[in-house]
């Protein structure tokens, strides 16, 4: 529902801050006041086209703000995927520089004006110059309907819910064997190629994790390998031209102890010597190097090659080889009960297929009676707002198999006697399309769509009876939504639940336009002067007073 409506620098519009309500708003003001202005300022802020010529003179830019306290799961899809945050509240606002460059913002969110436009098509169903009736789109005829037979039927919505889900189920077998019939066209060339490929990884036998800890383990091997050579090495050192350290510091030890002086001077340094020799020889005992496996090493690396090698061809990681081979096992398997698998899964699909058929038949019927229900009502519905001599319809025409049945449905219209049936779109115009549009709504009660409604021009040449009956289904209508009525007929206006006067002021430098909430004897004085003209009188204040109390 539309709340608040802010609108500055709008052609004659310098500021006005509009509150709306529930029910029924109308608006009245003499020709010319600038009742065309505010719909195209509220246009604007839904996505309409933008023009520079709507910046009121002399200033630089114009904005409009409209509010709105609710928005439908389908406009809370929309917005989410646009970012855009949402908290129960709405607010749409467009700006417009005298240069025609226009930006857009929803929760002050920057959108695209598609984007607002598609936000502001799901709030507000206009009906007038900037009309974006949902019902003139051919699209929404179908879901107009079911709506109309789910209100008047019980049963209409869990047979709805049983189409959806046998075309679910439908749908998923026909594409399990679309899948199995493309993988046995291809069996001939891909059973040789799936045969070799299982037979292949179930030798390897490829584990999950294991070619970390084969890479890990032949890591650990090479740095063996190399720790190897450097004792070796040490060794080596130890041991230079062949000849033992060990030996060479015993033998010079043993060449000391021959001195012949008494006692030996070099006695320590024997002893030294001794000591170095034994140390020399523990340590060579320790420094023997390993017994490297050699095999072993050529066994861990030609199975990580392999593994390696398996990943590359299939183009997985390693660890993903298992799953690979449990795919294609299954392919080939597949293949080789080719036969058995398409006979179950054809007669799972016609299994499947007939349910949907027993189902989308009954929702055809229940159409049919749902569109000659739909076509009374409306029907008598028109000859009140002087469209006795129009006819309606609703055309069905097979359509592809789809989770809404199997119907296109389009509702048809003829004006006049004589005349061939034709989409609403294409048969009415003005006014008289306003008034169907409006028979439609209070018959259909909205169906799930926009809950603002706005009407202009509605009561064009129409007036007395046909104008109270417009009224009357105004009303109606606004009992469940919320309805903005631009009219120039007394009897529409004695149906408000809030009336709005719209007004031009001029002096000699500027000329602005004015919208008040008008209540007691001020709106009965604005039914009077539409009644009366100019000149209210006693009789015109007296039939305003009778409209506002019926």
């Not at 606002?93 to 098509?121: C, E, F, H, Y």
């Not at 046998?166 to 891909?190: M, N, P, R, V």
């Not at 769509?449 to 007036?463: C, L």
Request: aromatic share 4%; net charge negative.
């Amino acid at each position: 529902m539309l709340t608040h409506l802010t609108i500055s620098n709008i052609v004659l519009i310098e500021k006005l801050n509009l509150e709306f309500g529930a029910g029924l708003n109308i608006l009245t003001g003499e020709t010319g006041a600038g009742k065309s202005i505010l719909m195209d300022a509220l246009a604007l802020a839904l996505g309409a086209r933008s023009d520079a010529g709507l910046v009121r003179h002399g200033c630089e830019s114009a904005s409009v703000i409209a509010e709105f306290d609710d928005a439908c799961p389908k406009l809370q899809s929309l917005m989410g995927e646009n970012g855009i945050e949402y908290d129960g509240n709405l607010i749409l606002r467009r700006t417009l520089s005298s240069d025609g460059k226009s930006r857009a913002w929803v929760n002050d969110t920057p959108v695209s004006i598609k984007t607002l436009k598609q936000i502001g098509d799901e709030l507000v169903e206009i009906h007038g110059q900037f009309a974006n009736h949902t019902l003139l789109n051919p699209a929404s005829h179908r879901d107009a309907l079911d709506a109309f037979g789910i209100a008047n039927d019980k049963e209409y919505l869990s047979l709805l819910n049983r189409v959806h889900k046998t075309y679910a189920a439908y749908h998923s077998a026909q594409t399990q064997l679309d899948e199995l019939q493309k993988i046995l066209e291809k069996s001939a060339t891909e059973r040789d190629f799936l045969e070799h490929n299982v037979n292949e990884l179930r030798a390897l036998n490829v584990q999950v994790g294991e070619e970390d800890e084969l890479a890990e383990l032949r890591s650990s091997m090479m740095n063996a390998e190399k720790d190897s050579a450097i004792l070796s090495d040490a060794i080596a050192a130890l041991n230079p031209r062949g000849e033992s350290v060990y030996d060479n510091i015993y033998s010079a030890a043993n060449i000391l102890l021959r001195i012949k002086t008494d006692p030996n001077p070099y006695a320590e340094q024997i002893d030294a010597l001794y000591n170095a020799a034994q140390i020399l020889s523990d340590a060579t005992e320790k420094l023997t190097p390993p017994e490297f496996e050699t095999n072993r090493m050529d066994e861990i690396e030609e199975r990580l090659f392999a593994i390696r090698a398996a990943a590359r061809k299939h183009r997985v990681p390693a660890d993903e080889l298992p799953q690979k081979l449990e795919q294609m096992s299954a392919q080939l398997n597949t293949i080789e009960n080719s036969d058995a698998e398409l006979h179950k899964l054809t007669a799972i699909m016609n299994a499947a297929r007939h349910d949907f058929q027993s189902a989308s038949e009954q929702l055809t019927h229940a159409r049919a009676s749902a569109a000659e229900q739909l076509r009374e009502k409306i029907l008598s519905e028109l000859p009140d707002l002087k469209l006795g001599n129009a006819d309606f319809m609703v055309a069905r025409t097979p359509a592809a198999p789809s989770s809404n049945g199997c119907d296109d449905i389009v509702f048809m219209i003829k004006t006049n006697p004589g005349m061939p049936f034709a989409p609403l779109h294409r048969a009415a115009s003005g006014g008289e399309l306003a008034r169907l549009m409006l028979a439609m709504r209070v018959v259909l009660a909205n169906g799930g769509g926009a809950h603002t409604f706005v009407f202009d021009e509605i009561d064009t040449g129409i007036s007395g009876a046909t104008a109270s009956a417009v009224g009357q289904r105004l009303n109606r209508l606004a009992q469940s939504s919320q309805a903005l009525v631009i009219t120039h007929s007394a009897q529409v206006a004695g149906f408000a639940d809030r009336h709005f006067k719209i007004a031009k002021h001029s002096s000699d430098s500027t000329t602005t336009t004015t919208v008040s909430e008008i209540t007691g004897d001020e709106r009965i004085n604005e039914i009077a002067r539409i009644i009366s003209g100019a000149e209210i009188t006693p009789e015109s204040l007296a039939t305003a007073r009778t409209l506002i109390k019926n």
